[in-house]
Structures are given as structure tokens and as C-alpha cells.
């Protein structure tokens, strides 16, 4: 199981590597004002933290349920969504794109906010930067910077081997999920109704805070949107591990995931009939 995952991640990474050009991703970035930049910034990093916060007041949850929903609201930048929603009405270079941003601004905004959290309930964390650091260029930029390679020296290859890639990646992502599912099923049992209630009202503010910050073009706005609420809860379970607490911690991120996992299934078949009634009403 502990190689299954990261392998399953890695060889996604590649292959969405594959299909990324670097001009295309750096355009995406240097078109935008500093304006644009600072409500990204909310959207991505501050509005979800804020909510996981109210969220769990609201809801009466535990200290280690506070915790893990606040993590998940902080961790933005999950892998692979770019090529579960490839060709279905979203940018796949945009969304990549905004995946290493994220990446490259997690070690410097998550130390930050988590001791400023753990200040409102009395408690001093500090998790250094570098540690972030190290689980971004591992699990995210090399796989990437592997599959641009091979783009660049084997075309051809790459091309025809990206497919396959892909479909055993999530082939054995899948497997994964269903295990570790199985796995937690005395963890998920636990989950309350408001536990449920608050990850996917946090996973809504996620989309709706892009939404209502970024001003752009309805497809720039729909992909930063998905890929905000898609929250790295590898990354969130990842530091949640450094607690003591965090097998109680296991229900809120697990069921975020499911969550998300649905929500990223059901997009494309929500977004996609209005984009083709506006490519219609366009001709």
C-alpha cells in the first residue's frame, strides 16, 4: 500500500508532464495583475482556512476534527486533476499550471497560517518550511519535470505512451481508494452528520470563493474553481501525522476525499451541457 499510492501518483505526474508545455504554462501566470494576484491568493489559501475555522465552531467539532478540517481548507493543489477533466470544457494547462503555483507557495503560506491557527486555540505549531518543501518536489515537480523530458527527447514515445500511462496510474489510484476505504471502515463509521456537513459546505466555499474573487473568462474561472476545491488531502493527512491526535483526525479528511472524488465525477457532467448551450447560442 505505502508504494502502491506514491506510485500511482508518480506515474499521473508524468503523464500529465507529458501533455504540459512550459511557454503555455508561464503565459497562464504573466498576464496578471497584482490585484488578480492577491484575490487568488484568498481564494486559494485564505477563504478556505477562514471557512474550516467557522465551519467547525459551527458545528461543535473536536480539537483533532478542527484540525484535519482546517488542514483540508489550508492544503490547496491536489495532482491529478488536470487529467480527470481534460478535454471536458476545462483548461488542462491552466489547471496544471495552478497546480504548481500552489505547490510553489504551500511551504511559505501553510507554516504561517497553521501557527497563527494554533495561536487562537493557545497552542504553539510550527512546522518548517522544508518539510513541505521536500513532499512538493518530490511527489509533484519531478514527476512533472520527468514527463516534460520525455516529451522533449522521445515525442513519439511519449505520445503514445501517455494514454497508458494515464489509465494504469488511475487504474491503480482506484485500487488504492477502495483499500484504504476498506481499511478505514471503522474510522469512516464514526463520521457524524455534521462532520459531513461541514467538509462538504468547505469543499462549496472552495468553488464559490473563486467564483466571486477572480474575474475572468467562465472557463479560467470553472477550472481555478474545481481545482480549488480538489485539496490535497495527502498533503493534509501527511501533517496531520505529526499530531498525536490524528487517528481521530483519519474520518474528516476521508471523508473530504470522498467527497471531492465524487464531485470531481460530476463536473464534467454539470458543466459541460451548459458550455455546449453557449458554443450553440454563440454560432
Known amino acids: 500500500m505505502k508504494l502502491l499510492l506514491p506510485g500511482a501518483v508518480f ?86 499550471s495552478y497546480q504548481v503555483w500552489c505547490g510553489a507557495l504551500t511551504p511559505i503560506f501553510i507554516p504561517v497560517m497553521l501557527w497563527a491557527a494554533a495561536k487562537l486555540y493557545s497552542r504553539s505549531i510550527w512546522i518548517p518550511p522544508r518539510v513541505l518543501l521536500l513532499q512538493i518536489v518530490e511527489k509533484e515537480f519531478l514527476p512533472l519535470l520527468v514527463g516534460m523530458m520525455l516529451m522533449r527527447l522521445a515525442p513519439v514515445f511519449s505520445k503514445k505512451a501517455q494514454r497508458g500511462m494515464n489509465m494504469l496510474g488511475n487504474l491503480v489510484l482506484t485500487l488504492v481508494f477502495v483499500l484504504l476505504l476498506w481499511k478505514m ?37 470553472r477550472t481555478l474553481a474545481v481545482s480549488n476545491a480538489n485539496r490535497h488531502v495527502g498533503l493534509a493527512l501527511l501533517l496531520m501525522n505529526r499530531f498525536k491526535s490524528s487517528h481521530q483526525a483519519l474520518p474528516v479528511i476521508a471523508c473530504y476525499a470522498i467527497l471531492v472524488a465524487i464531485f470531481l465525477v460530476v463536473a464534467p457532467r454539470i458543466f459541460r451541457p451548459q458550455e455546449l448551450a453557449a458554443q450553440k447560442a454563440s454560432a
Open 11 to 96: 506515474i499521473l505526474m508524468v503523464s500529465v508532464g507529458m501533455s504540459l508545455k512550459l511557454p503555455e504554462l508561464v503565459s497562464n501566470w504573466r498576464q496578471l495583475t497584482w490585484a488578480t494576484w492577491i484575490r487568488l491568493v484568498l481564494a486559494t489559501f485564505i477563504v478556505p482556512a477562514l471557512a474550516a475555522l467557522i465551519l467547525a465552531r459551527v458545528f461543535f467539532l473536536t480539537l483533532p476534527e478542527t484540525g484535519a478540517l482546517f488542514m483540508v481548507g489550508a492544503t490547496p493543489g491536489a495532482p491529478l486533476l488536470t487529467r480527470n477533466l481534460a478535454r471536458r470544457g476545462f483548461d488542462m494547462q491552466l489547471a496544471a
Open 185 to 221: 471502515r471503522a474510522d469512516l463509521a464514526t463520521v457524524t452528520p455534521w462532520i459531513v456537513l461541514a467538509t462538504f459546505i468547505l469543499m462549496v466555499a472552495s468553488i464559490v470563493a473563486m467564483h466571486l474573487l477572480l474575474r475572468a473568462d467562465r472557463i479560467i474561472v
